[in-house]
């Protein structure tokens, strides 16, 4: 098959795209590079199976494909603050032209939705049925409330237009390739850690996120795309940890003598999420398959060997001195 990957130069969407060039089919990768970058496709480069575009579905396109796995769009707080109207064009105008670019070549898409989209839910765990606790005039409303509206239009474009379309609901994924700088709990605590500095944890820490290993999501991405319902799904590792259980896992797994520092929680984070899957065990016959462990040990190893890259001299565990004062 052709199958186009929007922010495919992505964190999810540079592992879905190994996947999929590994399967044998014809990828076009669509990104403007936002949060994206060419290193995460770089072995993909000059291979004839694989197109690179570097393109702002906020502007039409037309192109030929199968199938569209839509991901286009910044995914972490920083990013996706840093210009609010954009990541709702983004999620709005760019989705309206995905859906169709859809229609018009008859292909299928997949939606990458947000667990965003319950907000801070008062329902637990979260049930695709559940209709969400949203602020829509918050200030990652220009995320939450952009995905809720893609998803809107894409059932509006399912319901008047027979667009064939798959809507997944992503909870967290961490995994290689994530940024560093992103602002990203896992992404903050791995980088501190190596960094030999505290790891920061806002509130008291009881906040509670799942973790799912990005090789688990995109296999949950490529059988629901390849499944005969439409969603939605929730994707995710129903495992619920505390944040301050996460830093002190990498904690241990990184350097032990390191420090937890305390810091007030910023507007609208989510006190609890943790994922229902029951329709993607019973429609996909999918679940997460790699322990928190394992998939943090894989995630720090890649960090490691980045910051070693670009010229840091990350301490040995032990040695460091820790400059940042403790506040608890
Ligand atoms: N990572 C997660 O935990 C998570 C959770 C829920 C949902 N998702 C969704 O999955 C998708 C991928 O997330 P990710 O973690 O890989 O994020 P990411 O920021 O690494 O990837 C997004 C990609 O989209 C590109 N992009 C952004 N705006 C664009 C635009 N206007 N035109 C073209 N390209 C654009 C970026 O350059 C980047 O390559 C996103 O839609 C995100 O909302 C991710």
Redesign the pocket.
């Known amino acids: 098959m052709r199958i186009l990957v929007?922010?495919?130069?992505?964190?999810?969407?540079?592992h879905l795209i190994d996947r999929l060039m590994g399967e044998g089919h014809e990828v076009i990768c669509?990104?403007?590079?936002?949060?994206?970058?060419k290193q995460?496709i770089l072995k993909w480069m000059g291979n004839p199976y694989f197109e690179l575009i570097r393109?702002?579905?906020?502007e039409p396109i037309r192109l030929e494909a199968d199938q569209i796995y839509?991901?286009?769009?910044?995914?972490?707080p920083i990013?996706y603050q840093y210009n609010p109207v954009?990541t709702i064009?983004?999620n709005v105008i760019?989705t309206l032209h995905m859906l169709g670019l859809a229609k018009r070549i008859k292909a299928r898409i997949l939606l990458?939705?947000?667990?965003?989209v319950y907000g801070d839910p008062e329902l637990h765990p979260q049930q695709e049925d559940y209709w969400g606790n949203v602020n829509p005039i918050g200030i990652r409303s220009c995320?939450d409330e952009g995905?809720r509206v893609a998803e809107t239009l894409s059932f509006d474009y399912h319901r008047q237009n027979n667009v064939d379309i798959r809507v997944a609901?992503?909870?967290?994924?961490?995994g290689p390739?994530?940024?560093e700088n992103?602002g990203?709990v896992v992404s903050n605590f791995v980088v501190q850690a190596l960094q030999g500095k505290a790891l920061t944890v806002y509130g008291e820490g009881s906040q509670t996120r799942s973790f799912?290993y990005v090789s688990d999501?995109v296999d949950g991405l490529i059988r629901l795309m390849n499944g005969n319902h439409i969603g939605p799904v929730n994707l995710g590792n129903p495992d619920e940890y505390t944040i301050l259980e996460l830093a002190q896992t990498i904690q241990a797994m990184v350097n032990p003598h390191l420090e937890v520092q305390f810091k007030p929680l910023p507007q609208d984070d989510p006190r609890r999420r943790q994922p229902d899957i029951t329709r993607a065990r019973t429609w996909l016959g999918w679940e997460p398959t790699i322990p928190l462990k394992q998939g943090l040990d894989l995630t720090i190893s890649d960090f490691r060997a980045r910051l070693l890259a670009e010229g840091n001299d990350l301490p040995t565990p032990g040695t460091e001195t820790l400059a940042t004062p403790v506040v608890s």
Not at 6 to 14: L, V, Y
Not at 55 to 58: E, G
């Open positions: 929007t922010g495919g130069a992505g964190f999810i969407g540079s669509l990104d403007n590079f936002y949060t994206g970058h995460n393109h702002d579905i906020t839509h991901l286009a769009c910044p995914a972490s990013h954009k064009k983004t760019g990458a939705s947000t667990s965003e995320y995905k609901r992503i909870f967290n994924t961490y390739r994530m940024l992103d990203r799912c999501l």
